[in-house]
């Protein structure tokens, strides 16, 4: 899909089906990730996907259970986590990724969740940019080793860790 572009507009963000699964391979790759987290939504999470004319473009997972990392289960028990937020490369830059954040704040806030964090690896200065854009902040307490699960082509899952710098957003809307 080579010089395919889209504007925010044309984009619709909405949990995953399972038959969603072949259109995410064929972007994203990772079968066994995706297959694992459309099998367990909306029990662990909510896996958000961006469509264009019918064509997945970019996903989100959404986790609504306890955080896998005990810094973010002990200090921000009950916020959501955003991870692995993605857009296909011929569609970045126009709008897709803010799509689906903004989708995903909006199921959190849809399930009472005051407030939403994610990752970002330490170097990416453009990435933590753009989330400062849309209103998010440095946690304050520094860094945290991240839970990154990987599956080889058998679907074997493995476990690591990497150095992450956690942001926050408050979701509540301030009156004046």
């Known amino acids: 899909m080579s010089g395919a572009t889209a504007d925010a507009g044309s984009v619709l963000v909405r949990p995953a089906r399972p038959d969603d699964l072949p259109g995410l391979v064929a972007v994203h790759r990772q079968p066994h990730y995706f297959a694992q987290r459309l099998a367990r939504q909306p029990g662990l999470g909510i896996l958000l996907v961006a469509e264009c004319a019918g064509a997945v473009v970019g996903s989100a997972f959404l986790r609504l259970a306890p955080a896998e990392e005990w810094q973010l289960r002990e200090w921000l ?40 964090v994610l990752g970002v690896r330490p170097g990416d200065r ?34 690591g860790t990497e150095p ?12 004046s």
């Open 77 to 116: 028990p009950k916020v959501p986590v955003l991870s692995h937020v993605e857009v296909a490369p011929d569609y970045r830059g126009n709008g897709v990724g803010t799509a689906i954040i903004q989708a995903a704040e909006a199921e959190a806030r849809a399930r009472q969740r005051h407030r939403i």
């Open 164 to 175: 992450c710098l956690i942001m926050i957003k408050n979701l509540q809307t301030v009156s």
């Open 126 to 159: 453009a990435a933590y940019g753009r989330y400062e854009r849309l209103g998010y902040v440095d946690w304050g307490r520094g860094r945290i080793n991240a839970l990154v699960v990987e599956y080889d082509d058998e679907g074997v899952r493995s476990v």
